[in-house]
């Protein structure tokens, strides 16, 4: 389409693109001033410290040698941590963004670096984290000649971007990179991907200073409340009998935990979190009444069916979250408070529909409800749980089987931390666990990937967890497998001296498809029996210490000891091989038909 | 029930675009039926005629999620009564077949064709309608040898889109749209510094 507009004129003569050994010039760093001829490669840094960016993860390669070699003089003001493979950094910047709140910021170079970044754009895309990634390219020229290492990285990531950019002059630099922070962290916040060539970081051009971005024009962060919506919802609130509020991250990403708070306990009503919304209401809240969805409590599922009024804040309906659609909630009004308009009525249908940031319209919705408890059905989830907890909870909290549970692991991790820590998990049967059984004292605490299930995920998570919130215990609950998928990453952990702790729940198995094959294959176990090295051993390697434990004695002392440790530790903590993780929602289920055993 | 829906999109003129909605459907494994991007009346807006056949409950959410895009000022859908629309088709026939056996002028008025090119060797007629006028045609200009037929994609206007040329232009007016920066380097590397 863009033939049909006037090609900005200018020639490449009257660039200055010089062939020297430091093409973006050494010198002073920071607060570079208005008419002063700066690279391309300093503007984007130039605009990090303008934005506050105070780690990039990354991984240098050709394509974005001359911006690595502008951050050399920028080393006081930016600190860079050197991963070990650029999926690791992308997900260290979304764990840095969610225990921080703030932008996570990426480096990777062309091609295979480029391609690396894919993964955790789709798992920050689906699960709403902001980050803006920077990638290298070839020289502009080059575009479409399979140069080295030339991939077509803004085709290959439109999917999981929020938005991405091609640049390849150096005068759009200081704009395009305020638009990508304005836009990765305003409204629904998502990953934003600037691709740069080489040219461009090259390129010198007279700096007019950094501008903030506050707006674009053809973008709405979020809609605008309306007010008759959230006094009809007020109304329904006030006339139910039964209401129940689940919530999700749009508590933790609109920095509404108060307001949330404010809001259950004016109304007296029950609140359950998605796996994501984990943290932003304090687990032991007299209000919270626990996990939604496939392993989620009894209760909460259950009662979803039951509710009349369902108000959903900030979730978006995962179907690991309703089970089988057509028998979800069908008994119930909803209201479905979300910044995003497209998440109203795309899995169920709202009764009345609280478009807005929910920092704003819990607010007026909290004003306009009426103060109200409502003891019987607060104690039907209770009862509930008595239910889950004879069933499932206290044998997996307190087993009496020789080999231990995931379980009565992170019972007892809760004890010795007082749910002060952040808990970063992988994917499958230890998230689960993890989540179900993890106590949070605070919000932004629990990091793990909700929606894309990415394995791995977690040890690179936790160096970003760390960075985002130095001052907290981090703890790293990963699987055998998952472990293995990102090992690498225990090279960064040394190199930067990050202080996570790495707790492998080690069953011998990928356990969550093993559990699925158990139930759902008749037990043809394929391809799930998977090997793992010395841990301890590869941890040593590379200057970690650690232990292995099998025996529920030394359960505590070897937790205190992870805890206790100065800088990073890996304790693996050997449990059953074939223990499931109860309550289930069987796939294709209604979450009322949810199975204790 | 499945029926035609146009989806009308307008947005900002940006590199990239066209794959960014394209893939909105692709990734539901929806058919695009025809496509039709052009700059709109008011500079530095584009406009996407997009015809789909699908269930209103998905073209609804579709319109929703297109809406999202960062680059996307506004998506509307509409059924084919919500509509006025028209196709463009070029037909190409040899001259003297169509000259000998067929009587050009009934033709060119039954059909509302117009002779575009007039060749020694071949002709070019050209027709606007909708799909089935145009079909019509092509049926009938089979036995006569016809050469080569293409039609464009459906251009449609909104029936009830009273106020959208104002608000465009007020929108254009109140903040221009910025300019499109393209690639001025391709075929110039050797003017570049490489390594």
């Not at chain 1, 305020?178 to 740069?196: E, N, T």
């Not at chain 1, 932004?444 to 394995?455: F, I, Q, R």
Request: charged content about 25%; glycine content about 8%; hydrophobic content about 40%.
């Amino acid at each position: 389409m863009s033939h049909t507009t006037a090609i900005k004129s200018k020639s490449v003569d009257e660039k200055t693109i010089s062939n020297t050994t430091s093409p973006t010039g050494g010198g002073q760093q920071g607060a570079r001033g208005r008419g002063e001829a700066i690279s391309g490669s300093v503007a984007v840094l130039e605009a990090f410290l303008a934005e506050g960016v105070s780690t990039i993860f990354g991984y240098p390669g050709g394509a974005i040698m001359p911006i690595y070699d502008a951050l050399y003089d920028y080393q006081e003001k930016l600190r860079h941590i050197l991963v070990r493979h650029e999926q690791g950094g992308i997900h260290a910047a979304q764990g840095y963004a969610r225990t921080s709140g703030d932008v996570g910021v990426v480096f990777a170079t062309s091609g295979p670096g480029a391609t690396n970044l894919v993964t955790g754009l789709a798992d920050a895309m689906i699960d709403s984290t902001p980050l803006v990634c920077v990638t290298g390219q070839v020289f502009a020229h080059l575009l479409g000649t399979d140069a080295f290492q030339e991939t077509d990285v803004i085709n290959i990531t439109t999917p999981v971007t929020k938005w991405n950019y091609q640049v390849t002059d150096a005068t759009e630099i200081p704009a395009v990179m305020a638009k990508a922070f304005y836009i990765a962290r305003s409204g629904r916040p998502g990953p934003v991907l600037i691709d740069i060539t080489k040219n461009a970081q090259l390129q010198k051009f007279d700096y007019e200073g950094y501008t903030k971005c506050d707006h674009v024009r053809s973008y709405r962060p979020a809609p605008i409340v309306r007010k008759e919506y959230i006094a009809e919802a007020a109304r329904l609130i006030n006339e139910a009998e039964k209401p129940f509020v689940i919530f999700g991250q749009g508590v933790i990403l609109g920095k509404a935990e108060k307001e949330f708070k404010n809001f259950i306990e004016k109304a007296g009503i029950p609140a359950a979190w998605t796996i994501m919304g984990l943290s932003a209401l304090p687990s032991d809240h007299p209000l919270n009444v626990g996990m939604l969805g496939m392993h989620g409590n009894y209760g909460p599922n259950v009662l979803t069916n039951e509710c009349d009024v369902l108000i959903a804040v900030g979730m978006r309906f995962d179907d690991r979250v309703t089970g089988r659609l057509d028998k979800y909630a069908k008994q119930a009004k909803v209201i479905h408070l979300d910044i995003d308009p497209a998440e109203v009525d795309k899995n169920v249908k709202t009764t009345v529909p609280v478009w807005g940031d929910c920092k704003e319209t819990l607010p007026l919705l909290t004003a306009l409800v009426e103060q109200k408890v409502y003891p019987s059905w607060l104690q039907k989830f209770k009862d509930m749980m008595k239910q889950e907890e004879d069933a499932c909870i206290t044998p997996e909290l307190n087993p009496t089987t020789e080999q231990m549970t995931m379980g009565e692991v992170i019972k007892v991790l809760n004890e010795l931390t007082g749910g002060d820590a952040v808990i970063v998990t992988d994917v499958g049967q230890h998230q689960m666990v993890a989540c179900r059984y993890a106590k949070f004292t605070q919000s932004k605490s629990n990091v793990t990937s909700g929606g894309l299930g990415t394995m791995g995920f977690a040890l690179p998570a936790a160096i970003g967890a760390k960075v985002g919130a130095p001052n907290r215990p981090v703890v790293a609950i990963i699987g055998d497998g998952g472990f293995q998928m990102t090992i690498q990453e225990l090279g960064t952990i040394m190199q930067s001296e990050i202080d996570v702790k790495i707790l492998i729940l080690n069953n011998q198995f990928l356990g969550m498809v093993r559990q699925w094959q158990q139930l759902f294959h008749d037990k043809r176990y394929s391809f799930v029996d998977i090997a793992s090295p010395d841990f301890v051993q590869v941890a040593k390697g590379y200057n970690i210490p650690g232990n292995s434990i099998s025996k529920r004695e030394e359960l505590k002392k070897a937790l205190t000891e992870m805890l206790n440790a100065k800088g990073a530790y890996l304790l693996e903590v050997m449990v059953g091989k074939e223990n499931n993780v109860f309550p289930m929602v069987p796939q294709g289920c209604s979450v009322a038909e949810i199975r204790l055993k | 029930m499945k029926q035609e829906f146009t989806v009308t999109v307008y947005t900002e003129n940006q590199i990239g675009l066209l794959n960014r909605i394209a893939i909105m459907f692709s990734r539901r494994k929806i058919n695009i039926e025809s496509l039709n991007t052009s700059p709109s009346e008011i500079e530095g807006i584009h406009r996407f005629t997009i015809v789909i056949n699908e269930l209103e409950e998905v073209v609804k959410k579709l319109a929703r999620q297109i809406e999202k895009q960062v680059e996307v000022l506004k998506a509307y859908y509409n059924t084919n009564d919500e509509i006025v629309w028209q196709e463009l088709a070029l037909y190409k026939v040899p001259t003297d077949e169509i000259a000998e056996k067929v009587k050009v002028e009934r033709l060119l008025r039954e059909y509302g064709a117009r002779a575009v090119v007039i060749r020694k060797d071949y002709t070019v007629f050209e027709t606007t309608g909708q799909r089935e006028e145009i079909n019509k045609l092509i049926a009938v200009l089979e036995p006569y040898g016809l050469i080569e037929f293409v039609r464009s994609a459906r251009v449609a206007i909104i029936k009830a889109s009273s106020g959208f040329h104002n608000k465009l232009k007020e929108f254009e007016k109140r903040e221009p749209s910025e300019e499109v920066i393209e690639n001025e380097y391709l075929g110039k590397g050797d003017e570049v510094f490489t390594m």
